[in-house]
């Protein structure tokens, strides 16, 4: 079923098209190939949810098929159905194309493969009928095992069969075998695609026999067994000097890197840019490996707890710099110069670089005179560059750094190319100048010093003696080997730094994970057993290196387990193997080892090469040394793998690795920084550079602080003084730097559980295929195969004390909350409880065979997985019911929240309708005061116009009375349009105004309007007293006809003054206005006015503001005064 199939009964928004049946031609494709469809062996619902996320399926054994058969597949089982090719996209395909116009003869070859298979009997195949909650997991699963997987499996124990094994899986490019916990790999030269990812989730935390042999199953077995057992892994990988030893650490690398998975990205990406960027500074082109290293690789890749990838650690032993300066018929220098020499070709930088367009430097140059033809014409150099690069960039370091690194190497290649010519003077004839300037002010300008120091240093050199400074000079064969030994120490400390550099950007974030509570999987990938036509010293420490890897492999796989047997009292076969103990024993034993020897022959300065190897005769003897006759510079050594011949000469001169004082502070007095480091800082007891102590974060410089601005000041004294001069300490040698790696190296292997990858060379011609009977049979007897195949057959290869044994492996026979201790009888239960065979219990420890701790482990990870549901189920259950405990909190939370928002809400709406009605009161009393005002000066008005008019008092005196009652009507009384509107305004807000603000109403009405009320109308019954009596001599009809006048408005055109009185009356308004008006201050909005006692113009005024005047007015004294108040109106 298509992934999209079974996405869209789960997401009802998700789609499908036709090409979901593409997906099924390729699982019938797999099926036909295989004999039955993948995950055939899973139950359905398991199914189902493996195939959207598994990678998509492919045959079980890809490299049987054609490569045509296999994209077809891939193309078919692509997940993306959007991107997968249709059914006529398909008829396209090569593999379709091709079986056009055979119809007939397939259909022959089918039926034919039908029958065959008919005759061999089919297999009934166990259908679910049922849904089972869990299966458990089958230790014995021999459909997809093979005997021929493991060579301890083979009832004839020869080398004949091993050999023909080997060549029979070869021939099937089947280059991966088992013999028990150890793997053999034959280098196949060429690419196999069984190295991507789906072959990485393939080996992922299954058993071994699940899958056919591979170098991935023994990463996963390291991997499996730190994170079970918390305990350190090594990996160590050995063999000759092409038999892919480099290519087997890389694929390691890959998988860890895989299994470790962590969610920081950028640091999978740099540990896998790590190995590309060290080989190409480190390996070189020999005579029998074009990828060969010449140093020695210690790879730890570090993990959390829980095994996630936190960091790696490169630790690097005995580069070879001889090679710098000069290389054997047939090779080349280091990688690097090639590649950074055609990066700068091809982007027009040569000359940026002071670096010849012609002729190639001397460093590089060959006797084949076609360095710069393969150059300018290999696109591999120029695309090796760009990866070079790209690994700095994604590493870490920064463009500075890789500039000054591109500098330094092409500083090394300018200086290679200094000459030198010896002149004679009147005092010494054994002086040496440089005739031609040119490389050498090059060679000064790209390491940022002055090039008459460097030639001075160069030239001569200086001796102290009883504290006089000597300066001598020297030949041309002695400047010769100073320029040299620069060049060495110059490549040998980049390389130093450029290793430490990328240990601080990959070291573990303490933010994470401490490095003391990680576990680390170290990976050993050593420079191979080497054996040319012409063997020098540097042949010599990697043959030794390869003696010890030999004699550690020895020691875990024989020596070591046999001992225990003796000690346990157990009764097994003992496997008689080479032991090379005793050739160590002449090589790295005091005083009268060869290395020892060497040390103290290049002590005396008069020693030669020949002394030297006459020293060696005189005192190894052994039957693993010899001196062939006839050779006076030739010695002989019977190494594990054969032996060797070897030729001293310059063995002095490369064991010194002299490099005058005079160099070293020149180098010291560069302006590059860099530089200034390589040489400031010192080195450790392994001969390389010592890397700070500080922790540096990976964004921070690698340079130290007191190099961050310009040229370093050095001390003049210190200038003076020579490196070896100021210390006490005996100068190094490269064979006691030799010896201490050995000793560091041994140091950190010992830590972890060892795991073998012994690499074979199938051939010397490096072509695929070919499988040599006389090379591997040599590779199988001196790496001891066959006594390994013997030992893992009739031994037992793990051994666990009792207690380490019971607290491993309790769970399989006792309950969880039991302690149990860690007796005989306790173990005796739990391995009959698993059901095991062929194990042995000695005194104190438990003798298992190699596949018993993969059965073991199988069966714990099935017990553990049960507790892990079970944890599952009830922390599914108290997860529920905490989160109903918090959801049920969360709503009374919210409920209590909603509770006080709304109470807050409700006061603030409260509030602002209590202050609107409040401001309301105050608008409406002022209104109506207003008005009161108003009707008591139009009422004050028309009775002083009445008692004015002497014809209405004469004529009219029985209606004075008449008039009086409607005056006191009309002041009880609303007027036509205002008072309807005041009364009922008033009733309906009479209640909210007490209630709303009673302060307001009391102190506001009873104070302040009860006074000015009171007052204006006091006034205005005086006024009215006084002129009563000329109203009622005017009569009753002036009077009404003042009433029926229409009123003035305010603004309108004053009305003109008729009479004497009239003009008296506004004189007087007019002045009372004037003299109050400066003492009035503004009112605020709102605020009701209070009456003192010297406004006399409002008192007189307050009621009668907006009255209409009448014609005639005369004063008159005030009438008796009426009470007037809120209340009565």
Not at 231 to 237: A, F, V
């Amino acid at each position: 079923m298509a992934p999209e199939v079974i996405a869209c009964e789960q997401q009802y928004d998700y789609s499908y098209d036709a090409r979901c049946d593409v997906w099924s031609l390729g699982i019938t494709a797999i099926e036909l190939g295989d004999g039955d469809p993948p995950l055939f062996d899973m139950h359905p619902v398991k199914t189902l949810f493996k195939i959207p996320r598994n990678p998509p399926p492919t045959l079980l054994h890809p490299e049987k098929w054609c490569r045509g058969f296999n994209h077809f597949i891939s193309q078919c089982l692509i997940k993306d159905f959007e991107k997968r090719p249709s059914v006529t996209h398909l008829l396209e395909h090569p593999f379709i194309k091709q079986a056009h116009g055979k119809d007939m003869s397939l259909q022959k070859q089918l039926a034919e493969l039908i029958q065959e298979q008919q005759q061999l009997g089919s297999i009934a195949k166990t259908r679910h009928e049922q849904i089972h909650t869990r299966r458990t997991d089958h230790v014995d699963r021999a459909d997809k095992y093979s005997l021929d997987d493991d060579l301890v499996n083979l009832e004839v124990l020869n080398e004949d069969t091993i050999i023909h094994q080997l060549q029979k899986r070869y021939a099937d490019l089947q280059i991966y075998t088992y013999v028990g916990d150890i793997l053999i790999a034959l280098n196949p030269f060429q690419n196999l695609s069984i190295y991507s990812p789906q072959f990485s989730k393939l080996y992922h935390g299954v058993k071994r026999s699940s899958n056919p042999p591979h170098i991935f199953a023994s990463a996963d077995a390291a991997y499996q067994s730190m994170v079970t057992f918390s305990r350190d892994q090594c990996i160590i990988i050995s063999g000759e000097s092409g038999a892919g030893k480099t290519e087997s650490a890389h694929l390691i690398v890959q998988h860890l890197t895989f299994l470790g998975k962590a969610n920081n990205r950028a640091l999978r990406e740099k540990i896998l840019q790590v190995n590309p960027l060290v080989e190409a500074f480190g390996n070189a082109c020999t005579a029998i490996n074009d990828n060969s290293s010449r140093f020695g690789k210690y790879l730890e890749m570090m993990f959390t707890p829980t095994g996630a990838v936190m960091g790696a650690k490169i630790s690097e032993y005995l580069l070879e710099k001889s090679r710098v300066i000069k290389q054997a018929v047939g090779e080349k220098n280091f990688h690097i110069f090639y590649y950074i020499y055609a990066g700068l070709y091809h982007q027009k930088k040569l000359s940026e670089y002071r670096l010849p367009d012609k002729k190639p430097p001397r460093y590089i140059d060959n006797e084949t005179g076609r360095v710069m033809h393969d150059i300018v014409t290999k696109d591999s150099y120029g695309r090796q560059f760009e990866a070079i690069q790209h690994c700095f960039r994604i590493i870490g370091f920064t463009d500075e750094e890789v500039y000054s690194v591109y500098r330094i190497l092409t500083g090394i290649l300018n200086t290679g190319n200094i000459e030198f010519a010896a002149i004679s003077s009147q005092h010494q004839t054994d002086k040496s100048e440089v005739p031609n300037p040119e490389a050498l002010d090059n060679a000064a300008a790209l390491l940022s010093i002055g090039s008459e120091e460097l030639q001075e240093a160069l030239t001569s050199h200086c001796v102290v003696t009883r504290g006089e400074t000597i300066i001598r000079t020297n030949t041309v064969d002695k400047a010769a080997d100073v320029r040299d030994a620069m060049s060495k120490a110059l490549y040998g400390r980049l390389f130093s730094w450029i290793v430490n550099r990328i240990n601080t950007l990959l070291q573990p974030d303490k933010n994470i994970c401490n490095a003391e509570s990680g576990m680390n999987v170290g990976i050993l990938d050593i420079f191979g057993f080497e054996n040319f036509a012409r063997n020098s010293f540097e042949q010599l420490c990697i043959n030794i290196a390869n003696e010890q890897i030999q004699f550690y492999f020895n020691q875990h796989i024989f020596a070591l387990e046999q001992m225990e047997y003796q000690s346990e009292g157990v009764d097994a076969t003992t496997v008689d193997y080479e032991d090379n103990r005793p050739l160590l024993d002449m090589f790295l034993q005091k005083p009268m080892g060869l290395l020892s020897l060497l040390d103290e022959e290049s002590r005396f300065p008069q020693a030669t090469d020949l002394t030297l190897v006459d020293k060696f005769e005189d005192n190894l003897r052994c039957k693993y040394f010899w001196r062939p006759k006839g050779v006076e510079l030739s010695f002989g050594i019977q190494h594990y793998a054969g032996k060797v011949l070897y030729d001293a000469s310059a063995f002095l001169e490369k064991n010194r690795d002299t490099l005058p004082a005079d160099i070293v502070v020149v180098l010291r007095t560069s302006e590059n920084k860099l530089l200034q480091q390589l040489f400031s800082s010192p080195l450790t007891k392994t001969g390389n550079l010592a890397q700070a102590r500080a922790r540096v974060t990976a964004a921070s410089r690698s340079l130290p602080p007191q190099l961050s601005a310009g040229r370093i000041k050095v001390d003049t004294m210190e200038v003076m003084r020579h490196p070896e001069e100021t210390t006490n300490m005996k100068r190094q040698t490269m064979a006691s730097y030799f010896r201490y790696s050995l000793m560091d190296l041994l140091s950190k292997m010992v830590v972890g559980q060892p795991h073998f990858i012994r690499c074979i060379k199938p051939n010397d011609d490096r072509e695929a295929l070919m499988f040599s009977h006389e090379r591997v049979l040599l590779q199988l007897r001196y790496t001891g195969i066959l006594e390994t195949v013997k030992i893992r057959q009739k031994g037992y290869s793990h051994r666990i004390l009792f207690e380490e044994f019971v607290k491993r492996y309790y769970y399989l026979a006792f309950k969880a909350h039991e302690t149990p201790l860690g007796s005989r009888e306790n173990c005796l239960a739990i391995l009959e409880k698993s059901k095991l065979d062929n194990w042995i219990l000695g005194k104190t420890k438990v003798f298992l065979k190699y596949y018993h701790i993969e059965q073991l482990n199988l069966f714990l990870r099935e017990v553990i997985g049960r507790v892990v549901v079970m944890q599952a189920y009830i922390k599914g259950w108290l997860g529920a019911r905490r989160y109903k405990k918090v959801k049920d909190k969360r709503e009374n939370s919210a409920i209590t929240i909603q509770s006080a928002w709304r109470g807050y809400e409700a006061r603030r709406k409260y509030k602002e309708i209590r202050n609107r009605r409040t401001d309301a009161a105050i608008h409406i009393q002022a209104a109506f005061r207003g008005y009161i005002v108003r009707k008591n000066y139009t009422r004050l008005k028309t009775s002083t116009e009445y008692i004015a008019d002497p014809q209405l008092t004469s004529s009219h005196s029985t209606s004075d009375f008449g008039c009086e009652e409607d005056w006191k009507h009309t002041s009880n009384q609303s007027s036509p349009v205002v008072p309807d509107f005041l009364d009922k305004q008033t009733k309906k807000n009479n209640l909210d105004e007490i209630s709303a603000s009673p302060f307001i109403l009391k102190h506001s009405f009873e104070t302040n309007d009860s006074q000015s009320i009171s007052q204006s109308q006091t006034v205005a019954d005086h006024q009215l007293s006084s002129l009563l009596t000329p109203c009622e001599k005017g009569g009753s009809e002036n009077c009404l006809e003042q009433k029926l006048r229409t009123p003035r408005r305010r603004c309108q055109q004053p009305k003109m003054l008729n009479s004497p009185e009239d003009n008296m009356y506004y004189n007087q308004l007019n002045g009372t206005l004037e003299y109050q008006g400066s003492k009035r201050k503004p009112r605020k909005l709102g605020q009701i006015k209070v009456l003192d006692g010297e406004d006399e113009y409002y008192e007189s005024l307050s009621a009668v503001e907006s009255t209409p005047e009448d014609d005639s007015f005369v004063s008159s004294p005030s009438p008796p005064t009426r009470n007037v108040s809120f209340a009565q109106s």
